[in-house]
């Protein structure tokens, strides 16, 4: 069992950053590829970054990529969400998840764990 902790939300301007960090509990952190998704207010949830586990590959979605950077501590068992140039567009709650299997967090098919989300808001 893996258990997802986010922080770091909150209220932030147009153009200001912020850093998201997602703890997990557990012994097997380093073999768990880690990933970011959000879910604005009436809309489905969306995948926004991932990071394999072992060779530290990174995807982001089209509307965060150059903005967003997502990176991984094993020994802290967190993953980061640094969040820059931030848009009234990218307010959401943010959920961090993981999955044994990189390609489950791309496709966000059947994705092992979830964390219950930090609220990120960006005022205009």
């Known amino acids: 069992q893996v258990q997802l902790v986010e922080s770091g939300g909150g209220l932030v301007q147009a153009g200001g950053s912020l850093r998201l960090s997602c703890a997990a509990s557990g012994r097997t952190f380093s073999i768990y590829a880690m990933g970011w998704f959000r879910q604005a207010p009436g809309k489905e949830r969306e995948f926004v970054a991932a990071m394999s586990a072992i060779v530290a590959n990174t995807q982001y979605s089209d509307s965060v990529k150059g903005r967003f950077t997502i990176s991984r501590d094993n020994a802290k068992k967190t993953v980061y969400l640094q969040m820059n140039s931030l848009k009234p567009e990218d307010t959401a709650v943010y959920y961090c998840?993981?999955?044994?299997?990189?390609?489950?967090?791309?496709?966000?098919?059947?994705?092992?764990?979830w964390g219950k989300g930090t609220l990120v808001t960006v005022s205009s």
């Open positions: 998840a993981a999955d044994p299997q990189y390609a489950r967090l791309i496709s966000t098919t059947d994705i092992a764990y």
